[in-house]
């Protein structure tokens, strides 16, 4: 157990609507960060919030947003969703958001229909 | 433009045999270099990374700036191994941690 904890799990919605991604970091880290992985795809890095704030941000679509709350932990906002946003969807922590080691989540994996 | 590149989607050998996974990065500063796994079912996690010039499971990665490459060998592969491997690149310019798209080793009896 990597002690990052994503809900939910699965997720089944239909195109045109608005999901909400949930991550828990590891006690202690304040960097998070967001991945997308789709079929046959690598790891594409979304962005990275550090101790509440934006620090970096990589292919996002404008569709989608995320942040960090004061108790760390962190949500994505995927809205009018299509087809091709569905993927698996990472979460990962660490302490400064520096190069130290990355502790991932299990994953959500949202499904568009 | 930044990017790592793993030119193997799948690699495929037997038990016993050497294995390399090919990993190439683009990045004009000081990159830092790291070799993540899955195996079946399970979370990413670190293997190792090339600051810590560790040998972790027999892998070992040693990094390139020449040729801008990480390579990871081992020169026994076991059954194991068998999972998907990740190269990462860590850019200190921008705070960004990026993937390769991945390579899974399979290793056969």
């Known amino acids: 157990d990597s002690g990052v904890t994503q809900t939910p799990k699965h997720l089944i919605t239909a195109t045109g609507q608005r999901v909400t991604l949930r991550c828990s970091p590891r006690s202690g880290d304040l960097s998070v960060y967001w991945y997308q992985q789709s079929l046959d795809q690598g790891l594409q890095f979304l962005i990275q919030y550090y101790n509440g704030e934006e620090r970096a941000k990589g292919n996002i679509l404008e569709r989608f947003s995320a942040q960090q709350f004061p108790d760390l932990h962190s949500e994505l906002n995927l809205s009018s969703l299509e087809l091709g946003d569905s993927a698996l969807y990472f979460c990962?922590?660490?302490?400064?958001?520096?190069?130290?080691?990355?502790?991932f989540g299990q994953g959500t994996r949202l499904t568009v229909v | 433009a930044q990017r790592v590149t793993q030119p193997e989607k799948l690699l495929s050998v037997f038990k016993g045999a050497p294995v390399e996974l090919k990993c190439n990065y683009s990045?004009?500063?000081?990159?830092?270099l790291f070799w993540y796994v899955q195996y079946s079912r399970q979370r990413l996690q670190l293997l190792l990374r090339h600051i810590s010039r560790e040998s972790i499971k027999g892998f070992t990665a040693d990094l390139n700036k020449g040729e801008t490459s990480f390579h990871l060998k081992k020169p026994f592969a076991q059954e194991e191994d068998s999972a998907m491997y990740y190269c990462?690149?860590?850019?200190?310019?921008?705070?960004?941690?990026?993937f390769g798209s991945g390579t899974r080793l399979l290793v056969r009896p």
């Open positions: 990462a690149l860590w850019m200190d310019s921008s705070y960004k941690l990026i």
């Open positions: 990045y004009s500063g000081s990159p830092e």
């Open positions: 990962a922590s660490n302490l400064q958001g520096r190069d130290t080691e990355a502790f």
